[in-house]
């Protein structure tokens, strides 16, 4: 039997090990699932009579050599750290790799030689990375091909509740890493095109210059900039384009209520606080609101940021129990982002019975014979329960999918690559479709570049 290693069990697997299952049979595979948990592998096997839990730690070498070797092709579902020494295995034993992880520095160094060996190091085909890629150049390829001159791009995705869940004010669930949420933004400004400008937000700005999004059936969204819309656009042959913008969605008011933690500075992961395990949360919340002798908390909180009590905004933190005295922090030397986040932990955590939903918003502005033309691509996916989640189904399909078909001979060209040619796309996003991940196409009136709302 054909061997697939997949290393690593965590959240997003649960789809990509039950697909290769499936599939075992037809296709003769034995999927050996690796993890330094094993419990995690097993009950993601479930026994199966083509499946292989094994003890997998990736920092002892010679496990992780002999798992490799024994391999066909690996796919690393680990952290996008520890991918390079994977890949430097994967090299030395000649064996495909398959991650859903952006390429780093490292990974593309090792282009020359995977591409010699006649390897395939197939990265970024999870979801964001990964189904934008192919569904955007899906798009861009089909306009291009009948003569049409890209003018306009704009991506937007995000991972929320599902309609069925969203049962607090801020319409909003942790779906994925909690703290890659809490310090969304930081590090540099958003860059993107508009109109041929390059344009810039700080981050202390970022959560109020949004745009409006409406995807028939789900409602309203809204998206603010990610940190750099323009690093695909080579990639994306879209060198000459006029405007070119990429953002994250959240349900519309989230960005609003959002900014009153960045412009207090709770989002903060550059120093710690000291005493933070004997804080309660309103210590926490006071540590950042200037001293008085007689107002309250709350009131300190209102006035500072200029937040009337009516407010839906305050109704929100409210919500959010963040004025408890009695609820204490608990965690040792924490950076305010790790405190923020074990306080929206508390209120933001998915239920058992919850399900979440990743939202895919693409907008494609043209020009063909002297007109211009807009075409909008939607995608919406929900979750079936907290192993099956909309974001595991998402990430770990298409890395399934592309593994297959590697092995499969289906794609072939060599190299450290992302999944951007019709040798890739266009298979995988046909069969993303019987698992009822598809884009909604619409040909709209061409509106140009939405501005953003200040």
């Known amino acids: 039997m054909r061997k697939i290693l997949v290393i690593g069990s965590g959240k997003s697997s649960s789809y990509l090990i039950k697909y290769l299952l499936d599939k075992s049979s037809e296709e003769d595979l ?12 097993q009950k993601l096997i479930n026994n199966h009579e083509n499946g292989q839990a094994i003890t997998l730690d990736i920092f002892n070498k010679t496990s992780r050599k002999n798992a490799i070797e024994n391999a066909d092709i690996v796919i ?16 030395a034993f000649g064996r495909h790799l398959v991650t859903a992880s952006y390429v780093s520095k490292e990974m593309e160094d090792l282009n020359t030689v995977v591409k010699n060996k006649g ?7 999870g979801v964001d990375p990964g189904i934008d890629h192919m569904s955007a150049m899906k798009v861009i390829d089909k306009i291009t091909a009948k003569g049409g001159k890209m003018v306009l791009f704009e991506s937007f995705a995000g991972g929320l509740v599902a309609p069925e869940s969203d049962n607090n004010l801020w319409n909003y669930k942790f779906t994925w890493n909690p703290r890659n949420v809490v310090i969304a933004g930081q590090g540099s400004a958003a860059k993107f095109l508009q109109e041929d400008d390059y344009k810039y937000i700080p981050y202390h700005r970022l959560f109020r210059r949004t745009e409006f999004l409406e995807i028939e059936g789900y409602g309203r969204f809204e998206a603010y900039a990610n940190r750099d819309s323009l690093k695909y656009q080579s990639v994306y042959g879209l060198d000459k384009i006029k405007t070119l913008y990429r953002g994250t969605m959240r349900r519309v008011g989230f960005s609003r209520a959002w900014n009153v933690f960045v412009q207090l500075g709770m989002t903060d992961d550059s120093y ?10 309103r210590d ?7 001293y008085s002798h007689t107002d309250s908390v709350e009131l300190k909180f209102r006035l500072s940021l200029k937040i009337d009590q009516d407010d839906i905004v305050w109704e929100k933190f409210e919500e959010l129990d963040i004025f408890n005295s009695t609820k204490m922090v608990g965690l040792k030397k924490a950076t305010p982002a790790e405190i923020l986040q074990k306080i929206l932990m508390d209120s933001w955590t998915l239920a058992d019975d919850d ?7 693409h907008k494609f502005g043209y020009e063909l014979n002297g007109k211009k033309h807009q075409i909008d691509s939607t995608m919406v996916t929900i979750g079936e329960d907290q192993t099956y989640t909309a974001m595991a189904k998402t990430v770990g399909l298409p890395v399934a999918m592309a593994a297959l078909a590697i092995l499969n001979e289906k794609i ?17 996003l046909k069969e993303l479709e019987d698992f009822d991940i598809k884009f909604t196409e619409k040909e709209m009136p061409y509106l140009g570049y939405n501005p953003l709302n200040v």
């Not at 050996?32 to 948990?37: A, E, F, P, Q």
């Not at 926490?284 to 200037?290: D, S």
Request: charged share 20%.
């Open 284 to 290: 926490f919340v006071n540590a950042f609101l200037p």
């Open 76 to 91: 690393s579902m680990l952290p996008a750290r520890y991918h390079i020494e994977v890949a430097k295995d994967c090299v």
């Open 272 to 281: 710690t606080i000291d005493d933070s395990e004997n804080m309660s949360y």
């Open 119 to 125: 390897l395939i190091f197939m990265n970024e085909i």
């Open 412 to 428: 072939t060209t060599p190299g450290v690559q992302i999944p951007i040619t019709k040798e890739v796309y266009d298979p995988i």
């Open 30 to 41: 034995h999927v050996i699932v690796g993890d330094i948990d094993i419990k995690n592998a």
């Open 355 to 361: 399900k979440d939903m990743l939202v895919m918003y």
